[in-house]
């Protein structure tokens, strides 16, 4: 599994080069894309198509080389194959009938957009693309209104628009949020914003309609997730007063009979709003 550029060349390691090198095949996403970076880097191991339409039958074809004794690198167009890209049937496959699967690691578009973007990375969700139909993709926005894990999503640049616009609507419009547009790229940008304020500049920007763009979006903050549901509400709106008056077990204790919640639950919530807003 071999990650290549995501825009500079400069990008690929000596060790993913050598190892395109080596290798008697590559199986490539595009094999007119990877055969252009081959061609740059003087490259000239024989290129076969694996890509989402193909990906079953070829894994059969390439595993039958892989128990002949030849290495195959996987290579997706750009980043880290298998990450939003093919590259899964034929890894759990090698795995299952004994072969090695070896990561070449290097770029990979999420990682890098995390690593700009200002907002937490110890904990994160990848989502990758949402679905592209209107109806799907709200559905799946309306799950994850509760995530206090930062999302990050991958969005082609014409339905940038429309997500972002979502986004405000189903996740808030004033949460913290980043969009990484062209990342290693010459017209790399980072714009950084509320949810809201992205949504405007992308219906008005001309340069969000174009190019690779990855969304960075803050977690739910504790108000937001208990807001999602009435009895959290209840709770948070309970121990709100009694955490200024008391200490936390005794809150909870009280908070949990008024709100009719569990013990345990009511001592969790008094205790990630203690950590967030200092109440003692």
Known sequence: MVATPI???????????ATLEACAWIAAED?????ALLRHFGISTPLVSLHEHNERRRTTELLSRLKGGEDVALVSDA???????????????????????????GPCALIAALSIA?????????????????????ARLAELERESRTLVFYESPHRLREMLADCAKHLGGERSAAIAREITKLHETLYRGTL???AERAASAQELSRGEIVLIVAGAAP????????????LDRVLRPLLKELT??????????????RENEAYKRALELKQAYGSS
């Open 196 to 198: 809201a304020q992205l």
């Open 79 to 105: 980043g880290t194959p298998g990450i939003s890209d093919p590259g899964f049937h034929l890894v759990r496959d090698c795995l299952a009938a004994g072969i090695e699967a070896v990561a070449i690691p």
């Open 118 to 138: 200002g907002l937490p990375a110890e904990r994160f969700c990848f989502e990758g693309f949402l679905p592209a139909r209107a109806a799907a993709r709200r």
């Open 223 to 234: 108000e937001e997730r208990a807001g999602a549901d009435g009895r959290g509400g209840t």
């Open 248 to 261: 936390l077990t005794q809150a909870a204790h009280l908070a949990a009979q008024i709100a009719e919640v």
């Open 31 to 35: 094999t007119r894309h990877t055969g």
């Open 7 to 17: 825009g500079n060349l400069g990008d690929l390691s000596a060790r993913a080069r």
